[in-house]
């Protein structure tokens, strides 16, 4: 579980309820936020945004849409030192051994991409074709991450849009009903509520989803950079301890130490 992202849901949702509660004067009213709750607030809001994004998406686009939501909190499984590690060991392998003693290899590795690397590289595919094959599906897979960043910006756009939608119907409402005072005070409360309503979602929702799917795709492209750049250089005949210093270059300098110490690039010879 990505505890950031439970903390940050939580901790925004605790805050805001305290701020509508909490009085100064007369300390904490909870019965306060039954004057944030309003149905037709809701329904203007929440379901002309969910609506219109449905009508912008397949349905099989907007559930899947829908169900990257969970992506937020999942803890990230990608170790690079590990990756770059498990190539080093790779590169020590081929250069003792060749390259085809790594189609053993391959099975052993769990990450797809990885292995139908190693086996494009075992099979003598030609260096540029390989890194054209592996750069296609790299482009798909971003692709597909990009359409659910996209449904979360989209939905995001959506909420404060539909919030002043909300509030114009709440205006117009009273204004029809400045000859009732008793009429005016409900219609303001739906013109107010829906644009608070439409800032939530945008801004406590969506726009919080899209930047953590962002990072988790930019963590996995660059993963897959760092696997095409160390399968060509392993083709190439590089030098293990070549390889390694190209791929530690992808890594903040804090953590370019970790494979040196794990006995990285080990052979010279």
């Not at 540029?128 to 939905?155: C, N, P, Q």
């Not at 919080?208 to 160390?230: F, H």
């Amino acid at each position: 579980m990505d505890l950031a992202s439970i903390l940050g849901l939580v901790i925004c949702f605790v805050l805001v309820v305290f701020g509508i509660v909490f009085d100064k004067t007369a300390g904490i009213n909870f019965g306060a936020t039954l004057n944030f709750l309003d149905v037709s607030s809701a329904l203007i809001t929440f379901g002309g945004s969910f609506s219109c994004i449905l009508m912008s998406n397949t349905l099989s686009s907007y559930v899947q849409g829908l169900k990257s939501f969970a992506l937020i909190f999942k803890s990230s499984t990608i170790d690079v030192p590990e990756i770059i590690r498990k190539i080093i060991e790779l590169s020590n392998v081929a250069r003792k051994e060749g390259l085809l003693s790594l189609e053993e290899a391959a099975g052993d590795i769990d990450d797809p991409f990885l292995q139908k690397g190693i086996l494009l590289v075992v099979d003598g595919t030609d260096p540029e074709l390989v890194r054209a094959i592996m750069e296609t599906e790299l482009v798909s897979v971003e692709g597909r991450h990009k359409d659910k960043i996209g449904f979360w910006e989209d939905l995001g756009a959506m909420g404060p849009a539909w919030g002043m939608i909300g509030t114009l119907i709440g205006l117009i409402n009273m204004l029809q009903a400045m000859d009732d005072p008793s009429a005016i005070g409900p219609a303001m409360a739906v013109a107010l509520i829906t644009t608070l309503y439409g800032s939530l979602l945008a801004n406590w929702i969506c726009a919080p989803v899209a930047s953590k799917l962002k990072s988790k795709n930019a963590d996995e492209m660059m993963v897959k950079e760092i696997e095409i750049e160390g399968l060509l250089s392993i083709q190439a005949g590089e030098n293990p301890r070549v390889i390694e210093e190209k791929l530690k270059s992808f890594l903040a300098p804090k953590d370019r130490g970790s494979n040196e110490e794990e006995g990285g690039g080990e052979a010279n010879g």
